[in-house]
């Protein structure tokens, strides 16, 4: 099942399709190896933050049997979202398109293979409810 993507549409979500609390957006890649482990993994955090959520997981050209898995998965679970694209457009227009389709009010963008871990979610989002200001440091 591919999900089809609207582009160009950035901000123009009404407020009832904008009802998820967190988006978790995550480009694959040939990661048939790891993908039921990071929706295992995935699906276990966000069910604990008790807040509407949704996975948005972006096939970017998978040549392995990533893609099969994820649609079995989403045919279990409506929280996963999976758009597939045909060929390898690489993981910055992957990663734009998980986020053009994202709906959450927070979103966390991770890899697929494992290497960010997602027990650090809840930290994160609680970070960002309480923090009222930020700095970034490059260094």
């Known amino acids: 099942m591919t999900v089809p ?29 790891s993908v039921r482990a990071l929706y295992t993994a995935l699906r276990e955090v966000c069910d604990h933050l008790a807040r509407p959520y949704e996975i948005v997981l972006v096939d970017d050209g998978s040549r392995d049997g990533t893609f099969g898995l994820m649609a079995e998965i989403h045919r279990q679970d409506p929280n996963l979202k999976v758009i ?18 994202a709906r959450g009010g927070v979103i966390v963008s991770m890899d697929g293979d494992l290497q960010n871990n997602p027990a650090d979610i809840p930290v994160f989002s609680e970070n960002l409810t309480t923090t009222t200001t930020w700095s970034v440091d490059g260094g």
Do not use: C, D, W
């Open 5 to 33: 993507i609207e582009f160009g549409r950035r901000g123009g979500r009404s407020p009832l399709e904008r009802q998820v609390y967190l988006s978790v957006v995550i480009p694959i890649h040939n990661e048939e190896e």
């Open 84 to 101: 597939r694209f045909r060929k390898n457009y690489g993981q910055t227009a992957a990663m734009a398109a998980g986020l053009e389709y």
